[in-house]
């Protein structure tokens, strides 16, 4: 029998409501209460679960080194980001809004 890797992952997300005199200061508020453990998700926190063959695999070290496979997923992934949000998107290239802001500001100058 082979053995294989399978990834499960689950997401919390929470949105909190903070009183602050900026977005930056309440950003930092709320990532303070976080790490303190004041801000704990739980269950009810769960937004999404997944089940995936995992990527990283070294039984898929094949695929991800065959140029015609890397063409197709490049091919498909092009028509697919047309259909994402804004927010999809600034959450995929730049991992959050932050960060998009900063190299933003950074290219305006």
Not at 18 to 27: H, L, M, Q, T
Not at 66 to 76: C, G, H, Q, R, S
Not at 79 to 89: G, P, V
């Amino acid at each position: 029998m082979k053995t294989f890797e399978i990834e499960i992952t689950e997401t919390l997300q929470r949105v909190v409501k903070v009183k602050a005199n900026s977005e930056n200061e309440a950003y930092s508020i709320v990532k303070q209460q976080y790490i303190n453990e004041e801000i704990v998700l739980d269950d009810s926190d769960l937004l999404n679960n997944e089940i995936n063959h995992y990527l990283y695999s070294k039984n898929q070290d094949y695929l991800y080194e065959n140029e015609d496979f890397k063409n197709f997923v490049l091919k498909n992934s092009e028509s697919m980001i047309t259909h994402m949000s804004i927010e999809e998107l600034t959450k995929l290239a730049f991992g959050d809004i932050e960060n998009a802001k900063n190299e933003y500001y950074k290219q305006q100058s």
